[in-house]
């Protein structure tokens, strides 16, 4: 289940740098509007100690991370829905993505343009927003016509696609995000879903900010806090300069003594991946064996049979039962056969909700 989020802003916002500091990719950085061209899509491994601490008990051949996968696009400016900027064919890339994350200045520099000619986050969210919006106002319209159509001769299905979709034209049309409209049931969400509305994707908002502002923030990040408090979103702050610095650093403890320097206790890349992860309800479960220790991403509250189909469909069609350990356990008492001798392994049916950091095996009959 790989995690895919697409990065958004204005041009000179630290896009580019931040993916950079995300990601193997060197995407082009610059001082001048549209300097990314194609959409860079980097893969990035998601930190977790567990994994290492696993392997030291088990020595694997090899340790298997999962990853989330990052889309920057090109900057977008005003009128970027109607294809100012060259924003119309970039703002395709991310319709299948699961989050954006959108990327604010929060910083002072007279050597860095800014597209408007002064630093104003709450600003150009509301630029960013605006150009989403009318991309998915424009979406709803293409469509909309057809199905009610089709809606209008019987069709079931059709009829509540056209509700859902004039709700959703409703909202777009009043300068708001579909994020705001309530959906009543899983048919509703899976239409939400296959429409691929941007401003109906979870939010991350990134304020850039200088090295100074790393670790408390600046009053630019405070506006930008206001801005968000009544959407469902979250805040991260993060000086995309110094995260830089930092990747660059080549030992763990260089990287902590940096960190520690500027009063961070972890870098602002781990954090991102991690509220990535919170905004999308994720977590994670673990196999452990001599071949591998692997991290597994599923949905949070997903019971075992669908955990067991994140590995293999085979593993979900003939689910029999999982086994179960604690990471915590599987630590203290160092093996899987010392944790069964304890009496510690639990065997869990279809109904047992998966928790973050269960150690499993999952047995099977095809």
């Not at 990314?36 to 998601?46: A, D, F, R």
């Not at 119309?88 to 699961?98: Q, V």
């Not at 409209?181 to 941007?198: G, M, R, T």
């Amino acid at each position: 289940m790989a995690l895919q989020c697409g990065i958004v802003g204005l041009p000179n916002v630290g896009k580019s740098t931040l993916f950079n500091c995300l990601s193997n990719a060197k995407a082009q950085s610059a001082n001048f509007p549209f300097c990314t061209i194609e959409p860079n899509v980097g893969v990035i491994t998601v930190p977790d100690d567990r994994l290492n601490k696993l392997a030291e008990l088990v020595h694997p051949e090899r340790i298997v991370p999962t990853t989330v996968e990052i889309v920057d696009i090109a900057g977008l400016v005003k009128g970027a829905s109607k294809g100012e900027g060259l924003g119309n064919k970039f703002l395709a890339n991310i319709r299948e993505t699961d989050a954006i994350i959108h990327v604010l200045r929060c910083f002072d520099d007279d050597n860095v343009t800014h597209v408007d000619g002064t630093v104003d986050p709450v600003r150009d969210k509301e630029v960013i927003d605006t150009e989403l919006q009318l991309r998915d106002l424009e979406t709803i319209e293409s469509r909309i016509g057809r199905v009610q159509k089709q809606a209008q001769a019987g069709d079931r299905e059709a009829k509540m696609q056209y509700e859902v979709m004039q709700r959703y034209e409703q909202v777009l049309s009043q300068g708001k995000s579909a994020r705001l409209v309530e959906l009543n049931s899983k048919e509703e969400e899976k239409i939400a879903h296959d429409l691929f509305l941007l401003t109906n994707k979870p939010v991350l908002y990134v304020c850039n900010v200088d090295d100074a502002s790393a670790a408390s923030g600046n009053h630019y990040v405070d506006a930008v806090r206001e801005a968000v408090k009544d959407e469902d979103a979250q805040v991260l702050v993060i000086a995309a300069e110094t995260e830089s610095e930092i990747a660059e650093l080549e030992t763990y403890e260089e990287r902590q003594e940096f960190l520690a320097e500027i009063g961070l206790k972890e870098s602002g890349v781990n954090r991102l991946i991690k509220s990535a992860y919170a905004l999308l309800n994720l977590e994670t479960f673990l196999t452990a064996g001599p071949k591998e220790v692997r991290a597994w991403t599923f949905k949070k509250g997903s019971k075992a049979p669908q955990c067991a189909g994140v590995i293999h469909s085979d593993f979900e069609r003939g689910f029999i039962k999982a086994e179960v350990i604690k990471y915590q356990d599987y630590i203290d008492y160092g093996s899987e056969t010392a944790v069964k001798e304890a009496g510690k392994m639990h065997i869990e049916g279809k109904d047992y909700v998966m928790q973050d950091g269960d150690i499993v095996v999952f047995r099977f009959n095809v």
